[in-house]
């Protein structure tokens, strides 16, 4: 449904990186404000991939649980998002399928097989 | 009763902090933190990265019992801040007091941010009004905000400290008034606008406007735009009805507007946390995450979205 490659989960700390009080975005985070470009692949982030776009706000390598618990909650529900929509458009996809069989086989009997795309020339009798 | 560090009450407590430079906001709320901290207190405080530092050398050892956070960016967009909150005073319900620091109004924010960081700052009093034993004082700094911004911090906040002493805000908006819908007019784009009407997510067809009028946006961001619109369109909109998008640049983001959309009746909608599983909370709290800025705004009948993603 969509290009997601870039909201792949990426959050892979652990509690043993946990330190309340760690000043923000400890190891490189963004300081000036604006959420930084570029990912570059962070030493508390196991299963960086390398540059990818981040979202607003979101730390490079934070290394607070409680910031990774958050970006690992935030992408879950993005993913499940874009997977609810996708198996919503694919239950559509199926039942207008099988209607588009039912009315091919109707047609079938009626007037014969109908080659791919014919249905677009032919009018209604 | 006061809590051990008499700072935090056993209610709510919401006052906006004025000062005047870093030194001032420094030498009145390292103290503040120090004593919490000494009570063993939680304390959390959401500010710039260089008050941060200033902060952190001005207590010592005792920053490392602080969780901090740089406001510029769980802030940018101040519907993602609530969350925040709500999870820290979740957290710590059982503690005998939280204090928090929350700077969501600085200089140099656009004006759209200012509005909803003033509208995040009422919300609050809604937010948290149930809320016990939790202290959020809100720096404002009269050095670098105009007269204007400060003045509103009077409707926001119960109480505001100044720097010669404290006193009750009369001009604060009472719950009722943060409760009823939020219908503000947002201010008429200028530029090209773009336009389609769509009906549930449309991804292809806004995917081709984004790239009309985003071109030079980087491809993941309009990305994170298109799922933002679907998210709004299928969680707020109504089933039948078409919403109607517009979309343009403005100070080099991409803004999409959303409207003819089903009334969105809760306040706090999108600033849940966790996010809700289903309705027009799920829909915005996704946008607010995608998204630098989220305008809402809500009459009885219909509803208006403003998306706006910087490149």
New interface residues.
């Given amino acids: 449904?969509?290009?997601?490659s870039?909201?792949k989960k990426r959050a892979g700390g652990g509690r043993e990186n946990h330190?309340?009080?760690?000043?923000?975005?400890g190891g490189g985070?963004?300081?000036?404000?604006?959420?930084v470009q570029r990912l570059t692949t962070g030493s508390g982030l196991s299963g960086s991939s390398g540059t990818?776009?981040l979202?607003?706000?979101?730390?490079v390598d934070s290394d607070?649980f409680?910031e990774v618990q958050?970006w690992v909650?935030?992408y879950e529900?993005?993913t499940a998002?874009?997977r609810q929509?996708e198996r919503d458009l694919s239950q559509m996809l199926n039942r207008y399928a099988r209607r588009l069989e039912h009315w091919r086989r109707r047609h079938d009997e009626l007037a014969g097989p109908l080659r791919a795309g014919e249905h677009r020339n032919r009018r209604p009798r | 009763m006061s809590s051990r560090n008499g700072i935090s009450g056993e209610d709510f407590r919401h006052e906006a902090l004025l000062y005047a430079g870093a030194d001032d906001f420094v030498s009145r709320t390292g103290p503040m933190i120090a004593r919490a901290v000494d009570a063993g207190e939680p304390v959390l405080v959401a500010i710039?990265?260089t008050k941060?530092?200033l902060l952190?050398r001005y207590l010592g050892a005792r920053?490392?019992?602080?969780?901090?956070?740089?406001i510029?960016?769980?802030?940018?967009?101040p519907a993602?801040i609530i969350p925040l909150w709500h999870?820290f005073v979740t957290?710590h319900r059982s503690s005998g007091g939280v204090l928090g620091f929350g700077e969501p109004v600085w200089s140099g924010r656009k004006p759209a941010e200012l509005v909803e960081a003033q509208r995040h700052e009422e919300l609050l009093n809604l937010a948290f009004r149930d809320a016990r034993r939790f202290t959020l004082l809100c720096p404002y700094d009269m050095m670098s905000l105009n007269g204007e911004v400060i003045e509103k911090a009077h409707l926001s906040h119960p109480a505001v400290m100044y720097p010669t002493g404290e006193g009750a805000s009369s001009h604060c908006l009472g719950i009722d008034a943060v409760a009823a819908p939020f219908d503000l007019p947002l201010p008429e784009p200028g530029g090209r606008i773009r336009e389609l009407t769509i009906r549930g997510?449309a991804?292809g067809a806004v995917r081709r406007l984004l790239v009309e009028c985003g071109s030079r946006m980087?491809?993941?961001?309009r990305?994170?735009l298109?799922?933002a619109i679907?998210?709004v369109a299928?969680c707020v909109g109504g089933p039948m009805a078409g919403t109607r998008l517009r979309v343009w640049q403005e100070s080099g983001a991409l803004v999409a507007e959303m409207s003819g959309l089903a009334p969105v009746d809760d306040p706090l909608a999108g600033r849940e946390w966790?996010?809700p599983p289903e309705g027009a909370g799920?829909g915005l709290?996704?946008a607010n995450?995608?998204?630098?800025l989220v305008q809402l705004r809500t009459t009885a009948d219909r509803a208006v979205v403003r998306l706006h993603v910087?490149p």
Avoid: Y
Avoid at chain 2, 218 to 221: G, H, K, S, Y
């Fill in positions: 449904l969509f290009d997601s870039h909201i330190a309340q009080g760690s000043a923000i975005g985070a963004e300081v000036s404000g604006r959420h990818e776009r979202l607003p706000g979101e730390p607070q409680d958050h909650i935030v529900e993005l998002f874009v929509a | 710039d990265a941060i530092e952190s920053s490392r019992s602080v969780i901090w956070k740089d510029r960016g769980i802030g940018g967009n993602r999870r957290e997510a991804v980087d491809c993941a961001r990305e994170d298109t799922a679907a998210a299928i966790p996010a799920r709290w996704l995450q995608l998204c630098d910087s």
